[in-house]
């Protein structure tokens, strides 16, 4: 008998439990249960002499099931189903494939062996999730490969790969391939031996481990992941497998696992996860959309971002042509990627094969002719509307038959730019971030003429060369930057008002963010910020509104840029890069007020994140009256990947609704009173709040 999601099957002595419960065999309530029952059977089999855990598909059990948090457990809770297993007085190994992680991980540390096919990565990534392991992983795993390890492991929640887990002690063999012919071999070798101690009963405390280990890793914690719980609990967790029995020690997880489980930092961290995965689906795309197959990619322009850009390609084995107009910039262009590649490995973390591999896939040019076979053009020349559609004339006569025509563009019109083409259907926006090569996110812009087929192709890419993908509108910024100008404006009208600039960036510096508007305007350059300022004030966008950057337009004239020049919003140090308060920039923010009317006075932090967060919010939820973002969730993942917001605060419109919208909507129309201009009317959020309903 099988249940829905466990099969099983005997072969000669040995009995089968497979999981089949795709696509990842989560350890959803059948899959418990149905662990519980084949095993239970197959004790009471007295032909059956060992027993083989599995996986069918893609994978082992990839842990607990995540839509399942927050809902009552139904039983068998997982630490049942594992005691389960340890308590099996015939021999249990688990054969792992795919991506063991979580509940899968901990469930096949309850098992007497483990193997593994060499591809498979194993992992406790709970914290990426907000909590910790929560069936034994914090106790099972330092057991078996020590305190040191486990901390690594668990704290970082990144996979190890099967050979460093052979190393580690955390399985006992590595195969190439045939996992179950291979797995069956290996316990019917174990049949004559004396049954092997699970790994609560290797040691009853983890001994020899310096306190310091601990304090170290805390320390390293709390400037790594700043404001994050989830990651210390787990540190006290791993340390109570030196001072008190497994059995006090589960407790001590449990305790600690449910602190993390009701956290505001969970609950926003599952709404990344969903979010990210959400963010793929393309109602109007469906799933069997045709894929164009993108072997070879150009991208026109190596400069920091066109080179950033080649290096994604180059990352997973796609052959790329970067394009520069003269010698001397390709040569520059091509150092840059060199040096970038070369550091990674200074850091050890990329081998002198690899890095001749990668530079061996990037090839210059000086001709754009060189594009012709490229199966995806990425156009990453200045942000000038007149440049690129000149550009996309000469892509266009070049480029081959279906290839993808893409812009990286981070404000300028899609539309504009295809209709330079004689083939809008293939034109789309690629909007990198910077460093582009580092940065997660790719907003993907969807013109009036994209063809379905180029935006599936798009997304699937973006995904296969590691990128977060979102699908944006064409509309001005599109999503991130359409918000980040009124966030920005906010911080401008902010420190007009009295605010200084240094306690802005702070209060956001202190919410998660990794830096402040100031300092993200120094980091990207404030010529940058000025070209697209006088672009606006071309397009009228600022008539009839109090425009709020005038500082930062006399901080260029002053040649100011930010750290580029060593100086923008803040004073730099050339050699290390540090800021310093310029108390010159606050008085110009006063001699402007002064010019303008404005009567300063003492703004507090709160009004300070109130006013930035729901400046953000208002125009996101203009953005999705106006259909140009499918989802909230999808802003969400784009301030998460592409702006520094805090994931472990679910993004702008998550932090908005777990606030309350009625709340947000209330302050909005107070500050809206006070300025109308900054503050547009947004009938989509006065409707939500009307209906007393939340983003879905
Ligand atoms: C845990 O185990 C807690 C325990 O310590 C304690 C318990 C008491 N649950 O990512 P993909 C869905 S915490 C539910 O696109 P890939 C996902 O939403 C858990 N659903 O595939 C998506 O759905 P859809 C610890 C899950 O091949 C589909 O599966 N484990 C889960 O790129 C495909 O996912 C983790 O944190 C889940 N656990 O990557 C592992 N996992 O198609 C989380 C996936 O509707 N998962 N889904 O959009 C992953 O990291 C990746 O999914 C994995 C596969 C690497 C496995």
Excluded at 80 to 88: D, F, M
Excluded at 189 to 210: C, G, M, Q, R, W
Excluded at 401 to 420: P, R, W, Y
Aim: net charge neutral; glycine share 8%; charged share 25%.
């Amino acid at each position: 008998m099988d249940t829905q999601a466990i099969k099983y099957e005997i072969i000669e002595n040995i009995g089968i439990i497979t999981g089949v419960n795709p696509p990842v065999n989560a350890l959803s309530y059948n899959v418990r249960k149905g662990l519980v029952e084949a095993l239970k059977l197959f004790l009471k089999n007295d032909n059956i002499k060992g027993i083989i855990l599995c996986g069918e598909g893609r994978t082992f059990f990839a842990g607990a099931d995540i839509s399942e948090f927050g809902k009552p457990m139904q039983s068998p809770n997982l630490n049942e189903v594992i005691l389960e297993y340890e308590n099996s007085n015939k021999p249990i190994v688990a054969a792992l494939h795919g991506s063991p992680l979580g509940g899968g991980l901990e469930l096949a540390m309850g098992c007497n062996y483990r193997v593994a096919l060499s591809s498979t990565k194993l992992g406790l990534p709970e914290v990426k999730l907000g909590i910790i392991p929560g069936a034994g992983g914090t106790q099972r795993l330092p057991r078996l490969a020590g305190v040191e390890k486990a901390l690594s492991m668990i704290t970082s929640g990144i996979p190890i790969d099967a050979k460093n887990a052979l190393e580690s002690g955390i399985i006992e063999e590595v195969f190439e391939d045939k996992l179950i012919e291979n797995a069956l071999n290996f316990i019917k070798s174990k049949l004559t031996l004396d049954i092997h101690p699970v790994a609560s009963k290797l040691t009853e405390k983890v001994s020899n481990v310096k306190n310091d280990i601990f304090i170290n890793f805390s320390n390293k914690i709390e400037k790594k992941h700043r404001g994050r719980k989830s990651p210390l609990c787990a540190i006290e967790a791993i340390k109570a497998t030196t001072n008190l029995s497994f059995t006090d020690g589960l407790e001590k997880e449990r305790e600690l696992f449910k602190v993390c489980h009701d956290s505001k930092e969970s609950s926003s961290l599952i709404h990344m996860f969903f979010s990210e995965r959400k963010a793929l689906k393309i109602p109007d795309i469906p799933k069997d959309t045709q894929i164009l197959p993108i072997n070879s990619a150009a991208v026109i322009g190596c400069g920091t971002m066109g080179g950033g850009i080649a290096m994604n390609f180059a990352n997973v084995g796609i052959p790329v042509t970067v394009i520069e107009n003269s010698q001397d910039s390709l040569d520059k262009g091509m150092n840059i990627i060199e040096k970038n590649y070369s550091n990674t490995v200074s850091k050890g973390r990329m081998t002198q094969n690899e890095f001749k591999k990668r530079m061996s896939l990037i090839s210059g040019s000086s001709k754009l002719e060189s594009i012709s076979n490229a199966d995806v053009v990425v156009e990453a020349v200045f942000e000038e509307m007149n440049l690129k559609k000149e550009m996309f004339s000469k892509i266009d006569a070049l480029a081959k038959e279906n290839s993808i025509l893409a812009t990286n563009t981070s404000t300028l019109d899609i539309d504009q730019i295809a209709e330079s083409t004689s083939r809008p259907q293939f034109v789309i926006g690629t909007h990198f971030f910077s460093p582009a090569n580092v940065m997660k996110l790719l907003e993907i812009v969807r013109g009036k003429h994209t063809s379905k087929e180029v935006i599936a192709s798009t997304m699937k890419l973006a995904k296969n060369i590691k990128k977060v993908p979102v699908l944006a509108g064409n509309c001005d910024g599109f999503i991130g930057n359409r918000m980040f100008h009124e966030y920005v404006r906010q911080a401008h009208a902010l420190a007009e008002e009295g605010a200084k600039v240094a306690d802005i960036d702070r209060v956001i510096y202190d919410f998660g963010w990794a830096m402040g508007p100031f300092a993200v305007n120094d980091l990207a350059g404030n010529d940058v910020g000025w070209r697209i300022r006088k672009r606006h004030k071309q397009e009228g966008k600022y008539d009839n509104l109090r425009y709020t950057s005038t500082v930062a337009d006399q901080l260029f004239e002053l040649g100011r840029y930010g750290q580029k020049t060593n100086r923008g919003f803040y004073i730099y140090d050339q050699q290390t890069r540090e800021k310093k308060i310029d108390p010159e920039v606050d008085m110009m923010f006063e001699k402007v007020a002064k010019e303008k009317g404005i009567s300063r006075r003492q703004i507090d932090d709160k009004e300070i994140l109130s006013r930035l967060s729901w400046a953000l919010l208002n125009t996101g939820c203009m953005i999705l009256e106006e259909g140009y973002a499918l989802r909230a969730s999808d802003i969400d993942v784009t301030y998460a990947y592409g702006y520094g917001y805090p994931h472990w605060r679910g993004g702008p419109m998550k932090y908005a609704e777990d606030y309350g919208l009625e709340k947000v909507l209330e302050e909005i129309k107070n500050y809206r009173t006070k300025n109308p201009d900054m503050w547009p009317k947004c009938n989509y959020l006065e409707q939500l709040v009307k209906e007393k309903k939340n983003f879905n």
